[in-house]
T-cell receptor
Framework: DTAVSQTPKYLVTQMGNDKSIKCEQN?????MYWYKQDSKKFLKIMFS???????INETVPNRFSPKSPDKAHLNLHINSLELGDSAVYFC??????????????FGEGSWLTVV | DAKTTQPPSMDCAEGRAANLPCNHS???????VYWYRQIHSQGPQYIIH???NNETNEMASLIITEDRKSSTLILPHATLRDTAVYYC???????????FGSGTQLTVLP
């Protein structure tokens, strides 16, 4: 069973469109995240939710809106897509929000290409 | 956050030990050394972490110097499936600090 699953894996869309990426974790974790990996392979955190509450928002444009219907799901909705949004987006989860041994488990990634 | 420095690439023969170095000379007392790896087209995978003592699990061993300014990840018997980018991160465990740099591309050769 996949611990952290996200869909779709690949998404090609035109500028200006609105799209969503869904994420689910079956690990029973309290905290979920969205990360963005750019073309240089740097992976940076975008958002973090703990028990459906937003705890980290790393200066992401407000075109990006995460939604957590329950603690096992964290979806990412992107409005008015721009070319610069092309990247790989990773969903992740962990048992807690920080501290020792806060191991983060990542999904397989969603490759977004904006044309 | 403590900045980490890793060599951009390394090769290792299959079946031999792979020793991946990491410098973190500005690490603070409450920051752990975490290692993750990313196999091509997959999400990052946790390997191991430690604070002061050396650590070992089923995947790897982590050797941290006494002054904590550097560490080495050891894959005891590298296989072709260990070919990946390995990231060394110094973090207190907060996800905000888990920003992955460029890492070390380890290529295991047959």
């Amino acid at each position: 069973d996949t611990a952290v699953s996200q869909t779709p894996k690949y998404l090609v869309t035109q500028m200006g469109n609105d799209k969503s990426i869904k994420c689910e974790q079956n690990l029973g974790h309290d905290t979920m995240y969205w990360y963005k990996q750019d073309s240089k392979k740097f992976l940076k955190i975008m958002f973090s939710y703990n028990n459906k509450e937003l705890i980290i928002n790393e200066t992401v444009p407000n075109r990006f809106s995460p939604k957590s219907p329950d603690k096992a799901h964290l979806n990412l909705h992107i409005n008015s897509l721009e070319l610069g949004d092309s990247a790989v987006y990773f969903c992740a989860s962990s048992q807690k929000t920080g501290g020792s041994g806060n191991t983060i488990y990542f999904g397989e990634g969603s490759w977004l290409t904006v044309v | 956050d403590a900045k980490t420095t890793q060599p951009p690439s390394m090769d290792c023969a299959e079946g031999r030990a792979a020793n991946l170095p990491c410098n973190h000379s500005t690490i603070s007392g409450n920051e752990y050394v975490y290692w993750y790896r990313q196999i091509h087209s997959q999400g990052p995978q946790y390997i191991i972490h430690g604070l002061k003592n050396n650590e070992t699990n089923e995947m790897a061993s982590l050797i941290i110097t006494e002054d904590r300014k550097s560490s080495t990840l050891i894959l005891p018997h590298a296989t072709l499936r260990d070919t990946a980018v390995y990231y060394c991160i110094a973090s207190s465990g907060s996800a905000r600090q888990l920003t992955f740099g460029s890492g070390t591309q380890l290529t295991v050769l047959p």
